[in-house]
């Protein structure tokens, strides 16, 4: 397909990215200066922690301690050169340190983070793409027997339901009741220790929702594929179905999947928020939702951060991809 | 001269533990905390596993591993406590204090100083020696204002801490290297640390035995930085029986054996994984998958299933925790300004049937404002104010207040399913024949510090850190910031502040004893409950030696050189 690109596109679509890209530094500015008027506007301080006990229950600090801690991590400032400061570092890659993990910069808690998120995300998309169009075209080549029934009919039901509600039957089933069935001989763990059979699950829960999705959105489009001429034309030719699915129906209905992919591995990476909470994966997602309980304002802006860039970046590419698919997309 | 011994210390002796040397007025303090420890139900001889790697959660993830930043001066210090060691530590009764870093201490006669004798074979984690400059750098950086140490104030009785800490550290930052030099510790030679402090407090010795106090050598934070020598294992210089082998934040850490400690631990390595303490089921989960060794249980009403489970059953271990709940009254606020009315709903109250019909039996009943296995503990304390609904009607009608007043009464609570409220609500209303509305609200604290509440709760008040009643009586000095009654006597402030700095320790008892039956008379508060400690140990792991003041994620870790994993 690139190779019919004309010079006039190539040349368009270079200063169309430039433009985009140039875009992305508004935006993290916009989402930067909303998320923090958000935090500092919410209620309470990040040491309403305070003391904690035999229980780790929480006695407040004494006023001097919390005088101490506000200077140390400038929070006695006023709360635009607060802003002015934190966007002042950020520039130059420094989003500060946690006030959660008070040794721990934010940038090296993230670069911690991101492989847990991106490979529980990058698993889920190969799940997705191979599991979901396989299904998909299954059901379209075996349009109303039983199959296409149940693939629909499962997609259906998994698509209408919360992967929050699935995590927990997988672990109820896969890894609580399984274990005691096999006396502990098999079971899947239930996530959270590592990137290793412990992924299993996590995977399963986040990748069935959109799993679901692609396999109806594969089996409409081959279906609508297999109506067209050419479809029937390669079938009079003589050439094997083999060579047509791949060839004549597959390469065709790829197109919607493929403007899909760029927002679905959005969805993956931004939408393990819940998972990563549910099976105690310290990716992205568990420490953002955790910088948030905890008030960990740095820790909310570095991750927010990350996330805006990821949707921008995939939303980019979605764009890009459009205009190499759809001739009317291309800028001039 | 005094010895107190760990109740397993036959078979520590073997392995050369020096025990505790004292003199002074520690000795009479000291020898009190001689007792048996609570074992789990694990112990007993048992060949000792291949692999000795035990695999615990822990829910409480230190904001740094730093110890002088440590939040918490006991039970959350798990996980710091096991990389470094402080002067002292608790006996296994948690009534006294044990050598650890030092070997003895003496008290000068005044209670003013206190004079530790280190141990000469104390070693860091790189090999190097610990010596009582260590300490004298360590506790001055702990409250060096710079440092925003949420422990600072503990150690605040040193001599000169408290001009210390009235510094700016941004106003004052010329000001406070000079004064760091004035403060009351000293290190004649390599192997004494000798603190000043600015008031005689017999409990001085608990402080010694927080991990705060751990040595910090002066190199290691010149060499990685103030805010940053901690932040890695490998520049995690610390001289406890571990060491911080891997730390993957928010996942989990890894210690291993410190090869240069005195006394190697039976446990190669201790994996403490990080799951957030929302998710409960998670830990459970893989406690029951085999994945982790120590639970603190399942989450809910399934903890009673747990408990009758004839295999899971039989793993459970539980003990009193120092910690308790209780009904607060604003007496700032009518009725409740009305001490009549107070002792009135503070007897009304049947706390046996709320232990046997509520809490699950995780929680005992308790009257008294000290706790069972905090000295000073008497059954008999505040037996007058528990349940007797006849003398809490009689109390009310003698009180004056008008029925009019005491049909509006509002109870707080946090908790928008407190069956505890609800239980009080009922009890209030059943024996009282008054009935209160309830507000569930989500800021509670915030109406709480602000006076917006008549009665608040039941719910848990407060843990005590180390083992002495001051902690449980101080909360109720006129000033204190920790309870929001609104209560002030002056004889009771007099009371306890004598009881505070008196040596003498049966004195000092005598003295609490009686300011605490003051305020059980007043009743600004209806104690409810003292908290218990429940968990679940699978059966392989041994030697478990539980205290009162364990991390609540890990029993027995005031002794985790004891812990060994059995074959299995």
Same mark, same amino acid.
């Given at each position: 397909m690139a190779r019919t690109l004309p010079r006039t596109l190539t040349r368009g679509t270079t200063g169309y990215v430039l433009r985009r890209i140039a875009w992305l530094l508004p935006v993290?500015?916009?989402?930067?200066?909303?998320?923090?008027?958000?935090?500092?506007?919410?209620?309470?301080?990040?040491?309403?922690?305070?003391?904690?006990?035999?229980?780790?229950?929480?006695?407040?600090?004494?006023?001097?301690?919390?005088?101490?801690?506000?200077?140390?991590?400038?929070?006695?400032?006023?709360w635009w050169q607060q802003l002015l400061r934190y966007l002042g570092n950020a520039v130059r890659g420094d989003f500060g340190v946690s006030y959660r993990f008070q040794d721990q910069q934010v940038r090296d808690i993230i670069a911690e983070a991101i492989p847990q998120t991106f490979v529980i995300g990058a698993l889920a998309f190969a799940m997705v793409l191979v599991a979901g169009t396989g299904l998909g075209v299954l059901a379209a080549l075996r349009h109303n027997t039983a199959v296409d029934h149940l693939v629909t009919g499962l997609a259906t039901l998994i698509a209408s339901v919360p992967n929050f509600v699935v995590g927990i039957l997988l672990i109820v089933v896969l890894s609580v009741d399984l274990n005691r069935l096999t006396r502990g001989s098999f079971f899947l763990p239930d996530g959270g220790f590592g990137l290793d059979q412990h992924l299993v699950l996590p995977v399963l829960t986040l990748s069935l929702m959109p799993l679901a999705f692609i396999a109806r959105l594969t089996r409409g489009s081959v279906l609508e594929v297999?109506?067209? /001429?050419? &479809?029937?034309?390669?079938?009079?030719?003589? +050439?094997?179905?083999?060579? @047509? %699915?791949?060839?004549?129906?597959?390469?065709?209905?790829?197109?919607?999947?493929?403007?899909?992919?760029?927002?679905?591995?959005?969805?993956?990476?931004?939408?393990?928020?819940?998972?990563?909470?549910?099976?105690?994966?310290?990716?992205?997602?568990?420490?953002?939702? /955790?910088? &948030?309980?905890?008030?960990?304002?740095?820790? +909310?802006?570095?991750?927010? @951060? %990350?996330?805006?860039?990821?949707?921008?970046?995939?939303?980019?590419?979605?764009?890009?991809?459009?205009?190499?698919?759809?001739?009317?997309?291309?800028?001039? | 001269m005094s010895t107190c011994e760990h109740p397993s210390a036959k078979g520590r002796a073997s392995r050369g533990r020096v025990p505790i040397v004292v003199t002074g007025i520690a000795v009479m303090l000291g020898a009190a905390g001689c007792g048996n420890a609570t074992s789990s139900p694990a112990t007993g001889s048992a060949r000792l596993a291949a692999e000795q790697v035990l695999h615990i959660n822990s829910f409480f993830q230190p904001p740094s591993f730093d110890p002088g930043r440590d939040p918490g001066a006991f039970g959350p210090s798990a996980l710091i406590r096991q990389y470094v060691e402080p002067l002292l530590g608790l006996t296994a009764d948690a009534k006294g204090v044990r050598g650890a870093a030092a070997q003895s201490y003496e008290v000068s006669s005044d209670g003013l100083t206190y004079t530790f004798h280190l141990r000469s074979d104390g070693r860091y984690n790189d090999g190097q020696p610990v010596k009582a400059q260590d300490f004298v750098y360590g506790w001055r950086r702990l409250l060096d204002p710079r440092l925003a140490a949420p422990l600072a104030d503990t150690f605040s009785l040193v001599r000169g801490a408290g001009e210390?800490?009235?510094?700016?550290?941004?106003?004052?930052?010329?000001?406070?290297?000079?004064?760091?030099?004035?403060?009351?510790?000293?290190?004649?030679?390599?192997?004494?640390?000798?603190?000043?402090?600015?008031?005689?407090?017999?409990?001085?010795?608990?402080?010694?035995?927080?991990?705060?106090?751990?040595?910090?050598?002066?190199?290691?934070?010149?060499?990685?930085?103030?805010?940053?020598?901690?932040?890695?294992?490998?520049?995690?210089?610390?001289?406890?029986?571990?060491?911080?082998?891997?730390?993957?934040?928010?996942?989990?850490?890894?210690?291993?054996?410190?090869?240069?400690?005195?006394?190697?631990?039976?446990?190669?390595?201790?994996?403490?994984?990080?799951?957030?303490?929302?998710?409960?089921?998670?830990?459970?989960?893989?406690?029951?998958?085999?994945?982790?060794?120590?639970?603190?249980?399942?989450?809910?009403?399934?903890?009673?299933?747990?408990?009758?489970?004839?295999?899971?059953?039989?793993?459970?271990?539980?003990?009193?925790?120092?910690?308790?709940?209780?009904?607060?009254?604003?007496?700032?606020k009518a009725p409740f300004d009305n001490p009549k009315v107070r002792l009135a709903f503070t007897e009304a109250i049947d706390r046996r049937a709320y232990v046997q019909d509520f809490s699950r039996n995780l929680v005992e009943p308790l009257s008294g404002l000290i706790p069972r296995g905090i000295p000073?503990?008497?059954?008999?304390?505040?037996?007058?104010?528990?349940?007797?609904?006849?003398?809490?009607?009689?109390?009310?009608?003698?009180s004056g207040v008008a029925p009019s007043t005491l049909a509006g009464i509002h109870i707080l609570t946090r908790n928008f399913t407190s069956k505890d409220t609800q239980f009080v609500q009922d009890q209030i209303q059943r024996n009282l024949g008054v009935t209160m509305t309830i507000d569930a609200v989500e800021?509670?604290?915030?109406?709480?510090?602000?006076?917006?509440?008549?009665?608040?709760?039941?719910?848990?008040?407060?843990?005590?850190?180390y083992p002495d009643p001051r902690l449980f009586m101080d909360q109720f000095l006129t000033g204190s910031t920790t309870t929001s009654t609104g209560w002030s006597d002056p004889g009771y402030d007099r009371l306890v502040r004598q009881a505070d700095a008196t040596t003498d320790s049966a004195r000092r008892l005598f003295l609490y004893q009686q300011a605490e039956e003051m305020l059980l008379a007043q009743a600004p508060v209806a104690v409810f409950s003292q908290t218990k400690r429940l968990f679940w140990i699978k059966p392989w792991v041994k030697g478990i030696v539980s205290s009162p003041f364990d991390d609540a994620d890990f029993p027995g870790d005031l002794f985790v050189g004891d812990i060994y994993i059995a074959q299995h």
């Open positions: 993290l500015l916009v989402v930067i200066v909303v998320t923090f008027a958000l935090m500092h506007l919410a209620p309470g301080s990040p040491w309403d922690r305070g003391l904690q006990d035999v229980r780790q229950q929480n006695t407040p600090l004494t006023s001097t301690t919390v005088r101490n801690l506000n200077e140390k991590f400038g929070l006695d400032l006023p297999l109506r067209q /001429d050419h &479809v029937r034309t390669a079938r009079a030719k003589g +050439i094997t179905e083999r060579r @047509v %699915v791949l060839r004549h129906i597959l390469r065709n209905a790829m197109v919607p999947i493929v403007t899909f992919l760029g927002p679905l591995f959005a969805y993956l990476v931004t939408g393990a928020v819940v998972v990563e909470a549910l099976f105690q994966i310290p990716g992205l997602g568990g420490q953002f939702v /955790d910088a &948030v309980t905890y008030r960990d304002y740095p820790m +909310i802006l570095g991750t927010t @951060v %990350v996330y805006a860039a990821v949707i921008s970046v995939a939303n980019l590419v979605v764009d890009l991809v459009y205009v190499v698919v759809d001739p009317r997309m291309r800028p001039g | 210390l800490a009235a510094l700016d550290p941004k106003a004052d930052a010329a000001k406070i290297g000079l004064q760091l030099t004035t403060l009351g510790l000293a290190a004649p030679d390599d192997l004494t640390f000798r603190v000043t402090l600015a008031y005689a407090a017999p409990y001085f010795k608990f402080i010694a035995a927080i991990p705060a106090g751990a040595p910090i050598r002066q190199d290691v934070v010149e060499k990685y930085g103030f805010d940053r020598w901690a932040s890695k294992p490998e520049t995690l210089v610390t001289n406890g029986p571990f060491r911080v082998a891997e730390r993957v934040t928010g996942q989990s850490v890894t210690l291993v054996r410190n090869p240069y400690f005195r006394q190697q631990p039976r446990l190669a390595t201790i994996v403490a994984y990080q799951l957030s303490g929302s998710n409960v089921g998670v830990a459970w989960n893989k406690y029951l998958n085999n994945e982790i060794d120590i639970s603190n249980g399942p989450p809910g009403n399934s903890v009673v299933q747990a408990l009758s489970d004839p295999v899971l059953g039989k793993q459970v271990l539980q003990y009193d925790e120092p910690s308790e709940s209780w009904l607060t009254f604003n007496t700032k000073g503990y008497d059954r008999r304390v505040g037996t007058a104010e528990s349940f007797n609904p006849d003398r809490a009607k009689a109390l009310l009608a003698s800021d509670a604290s915030t109406q709480l510090s602000r006076g917006n509440f008549q009665v608040y709760g039941p719910d848990y008040a407060y843990g005590a850190a």
